[in-house]
């Protein structure tokens, strides 16, 4: 099964990101990697369930990694533990990003553009931008 046609190559973090979470959420399976669906305890009889979903979810994450950054994560224990894994291994390394991000919006102009096509660039960076900033609570000033 497929979670994204974006494969996360290394250099498209905050594109994959989004698209893995849109992917989770449509599949109903965000709460395994946010941990709003927790593992239960060893004697539930709800645990296999949770382990077959849990799988399943590794597997997606896996499969919409590239193949050189997934055997990096071969070995996680849960669907939680890997998606933190690749938000702090990087996530983190968005500072230069930030700042191109920041720099590209000083140096847009409108030029020849039509408005609509001007502020689509604009909004394209901001939403960016945004997303940085809720996904790893990184102080960005618009």
């Known amino acids: 099964m497929i979670l994204t046609s974006k494969q996360f190559n290394g250099a498209n973090y905050v594109n994959w990101y989004n698209a893995a979470q849109v992917g989770l959420g449509a599949k109903l399976k965000l709460g395994f990697v946010d941990d709003t669906i927790p593992k239960p305890d060893e004697a539930s009889p709800d645990l296999q369930n949770w382990l077959t979903c849990d799988y399943m979810v590794r597997c997606w994450l896996l ?23 690749l938000v ?7 500072g230069p990003l930030i700042h191109q991000l920041h720099r590209e919006l000083t140096l847009l102009m409108q030029d020849n553009d039509l408005v609509s096509v ?3 660039k604009m909004k394209k960076i901001w939403d960016v931008l945004q997303n940085l900033m809720v996904c790893h609570n990184v102080c960005v000033v618009l």
Do not use: H, Q, T
């Open 118 to 120: 001007y502020f689509s």
């Open 88 to 94: 702090e291994r990087f996530g983190e390394a968005n």
């Open 63 to 85: 499969n919409s990694l590239a193949p050189e950054i997934s055997e990096c994560f071969m070995y996680v224990k849960s669907a939680k533990e890997l998606w933190d894994e």
